[in-house]
């Protein structure tokens, strides 16, 4: 069964600072991966999506990895601002039920001014 | 409109009522998901529209649970004799036709006291 995982669960940071997520899944037989971001009281708003056969992709500021055989992905922001607060989920789609995501529990990031 | 719809944003009900969510697609889009998130979780898969047949619904929890889209566009997310266990953030999704990537609504707040 298909387990994903986001370290860390809560993340503040001094703006300006480049800071990295983390996202872990248990089985890399994936059909893709997507990022998305999720503000209080909102929906989820996609940031990224990586198919897999590629290893990465980027979307001004953010830049996201995937290393499929070692089930990793992680979120790169750079010179990250007060409104990239937010958590973070990522969420990936298994071959064989093309159509569901799975979830991780999201990483609650907060860029202090 | 330009994106996923849901009403209501917030419904607030009492133990043993029953409630409808409904979910207003991109246009154009074949594929609906329901997901349910609880506070400080990912969200959790419950069914799968492809069209107007519910192409998976082995998410819902159980047989109070049921959701309809007989037109292929709209889609009613009902939730019978409501539990306290069933407050939670509905969301809905689209995508297109073997698209790789959903977009979700902002959600349907319910509460149940």
Request: proline content about 5%.
């Amino acid at each position: 069964k298909q387990e994903v995982t986001q370290i860390p669960a809560a993340l503040s940071v001094p703006e300006g600072e480049n800071l990295v997520l983390n996202c872990s899944f248990t089985d890399s037989a994936i059909y893709n991966l997507q990022w998305f971001r999720q503000d209080p009281g909102k929906g989820l708003t996609s940031l990224l999506l990586i198919q897999s056969s590629q290893r990465e992709q980027t979307s001004g500021r953010l830049n996201a990895s995937l290393d499929k055989s070692s089930g990793r992905s992680t979120l790169y922001i750079a010179a990250s601002q007060p409104g990239d607060s937010a958590t973070y989920l990522c969420a990936v789609r298994p071959p064989d039920s093309s159509y569901k995501l799975i979830f991780g529990s999201g990483t609650r990031l907060l860029v202090r001014p | 409109g330009a994106g996923v719809s849901q009403t209501p944003s917030n419904k607030v009900t009492e133990k043993g009522k029953y409630v409808e969510l409904r979910c207003d697609p991109i246009s154009g889009h074949t594929a609906l998901y329901w997901y349910r998130q609880s506070l400080g979780q990912g969200p959790e898969f419950l069914i799968y529209f492809q069209g107007t047949g519910a192409a998976d619904d082995s998410g819902l929890p159980n047989d109070r649970f049921f959701a309809v889209r007989p037109e292929g566009s709209v889609s009613t997310l009902k939730i019978q004799r409501t539990e306290r266990g069933d407050s939670a953030v509905y969301l809905c999704a689209t995508g297109g036709y073997n698209t790789g990537e959903l977009f979700f609504g902002e959600g349907s707040r319910l509460t149940v006291l």
